[in-house]
């Protein structure tokens, strides 16, 4: 969000009376001061200025321009240089802690105010900075001098909306605007909480108010292709941010940085290494989807360097470290960084914040299935299916939870949902299908899993879960055929015993007219690719069976 800054909090509390102000300015400052146009401002100031015909405070209007055009470097310059003349007023310390504190620079802004008198403005530039330092003492002493006037109350807002306390921001929003219908802009601060509380939607009615009135507002319209982007798609979203593209001039240098960030996130991730990197340290989300980016291109250990160092504050941060943490655990077998992905969920969805979220009850659902309480994932994930019914990631965990506690029927019924080919090759979702195929009397469609795969690690493990799980369920043909190829893979092993006792097996199923007696043609065949002395004994007494009951076997 970006802080409030009101006008009088730098140009306003300047000592020059308006009597002189009327009678030293010159006309077109005023007006373009009067119109926001700091940017024609900042250009006459500067023309002024190299012709020798200076305004009076000239140096403090340009800080102030600079300071309202986002461009902070030289905004601090100018009021660093004012700082070094004897005849400098008290008062520039703190609009010079103010551009240090938007640079980043919080420890040179708390040393820059501590030198200027005590006033509402600093005040709230201490407050936000013990939010920023996390001293929480600290934040509390300040917000106890806060007042009930506007540009306090904004200030309250703001880092309610920074500690994720969305609902308490909006209340205090709400009560500002009926009290001041025409401060407009507002309302973008009430959009911005409900996208924060993934009311999309009512996000979407609220900021359409506002642009009713500022339609090339940049926060306004990029705000609005977010709420694209989650009620949508990547595509929906760059459209409108194309307006923003078309519109947004030079003297806007945030919202270019802005809309690259934004169209890396829109269009998949496509240009992240590009676009990304450089602004880690300017768009506090930039660092967060570059770990996304990571993720997404199996590069879990990177996206851990990236991550690792970042103490999480918001909930979105606790999430990604929880979700990095998780799949380091399972990619190197660590019960370490599981447990702590787990500790990271439980801060989340234990939280009062965020424990009725979606967001919440799926961290709790991720702490339960790290824990293996498959019971309780199903309690948080059945809470938010309805919103998740066409997600892949969320139908593959659903299933694997149901799976797990053995409705393997409805398992399978979600697994076959997922339409994505990266899932549907994991072998994690592979031996699930299979297991929930053998578990609902389906051995024929786990063994043609078993054939899609390539000769590989995971494919010979497929094979040997095909083999028992058959066996243990009584589908002794698929059992045999797995056992087979298993003896085949590796002849040194016992594999012969499970072949054995499978091809019995068959043979029991076709005694009890529960299977053909064709069937017994391939047990034959599968039995000579042994070399195993007992294979004659069982093939003399499948012929003599067959013979007896005039069967044709050979």
Known sequence: MILSRVKPAVGGETPVSSEKKKKNKTPPLEEYLQQRDYLGAFTLLEFQRSIGEKEEHADLWIGYCAFHLGDYKRAMEEYK??????????????????????????????????????????????????????????????????????????????????????????????????????????????????????????????????????????????????????????????????????????????????????????????????????????????????????????????????????????????????????????????????????QFFQSVGGSASECDTIPGRQCMASCFFLLRKFEDVLIYLNSVKGYFYSDDTFNFNYAQAKAALGNYEEAKEVFLLIQNEKIKNDYVYLSWLARCYIKTQRGRLAWELYLKMGTSSDSFSLLQLIANDCYKMGQFYYAAKAFDALEKLDPGSDYWEGKRGACVGIFQLVLANKESWETLKEVLSLLRNSGNPQVEYIIRVLKKWAKDHKVLLS
């Open 81 to 342: 240089s004012l700082t070094m003349k004897p005849e400098c007023l008290a008062e520039v310390w703190v609009f010079l802690a103010c551009a240090l504190f938007f640079l980043g620079l919080y420890e040179e802004a708390e040393e820059a105010a501590s030198k200027a008198p005590m006033s509402p403005l600093q005040n709230r530039l201490l407050f936000h900075l013990a939010h920023k330092f996390n001293d929480e003492k600290q934040l509390m002493g300040f917000h106890q001098n806060l007042e009930d006037v506007t540009e306090d109350q904004l200030s309250l807002a703001s880092i309610h909306y920074m500690r994720s306390h969305y609902q308490e921001a909006i209340d205090i929003y709400k009560r500002l605007l009926l009290q001041n219908r025409d401060f407009l802009a507002l309302k973008v601060y009430v959009a911005l909480c409900y996208y924060k509380l993934d009311y999309y939607d009512v996000s979407q009615e609220v900021l359409a108010v506002y642009l009713q009135s500022m339609p090339d507002s940049t926060i306004a319209l990029n705000l609005k292709a977010c709420n694209h982007f989650r009620l949508y798609n990547g595509k929906a979203a760059e459209a409108e941010l194309k307006n923003l593209i078309d519109i947004s001039s030079c003297s806007f240098e945030f919202a270019k940085e802005l809309i690259r960030h934004n169209l890396v996130v829109f269009r998949g991730g496509e240009g992240a290494l590009q676009v990304l990197p450089p602004l880690i340290d300017v768009i506090p989300e930039a660092r967060l989807n570059l770990v996304i980016y990571y993720l997404r291109q199996d590069d879990v250990q990177e996206a851990y360097n990236l991550i690792q160092d970042l103490v999480p504050s918001t909930p979105q941060e606790y999430i990604l470290k929880g979700v990095v943490n998780a799949s380091l655990g399972q990619e190197i077998g660590s019960r370490d960084y599981l447990k702590t992905a787990q």
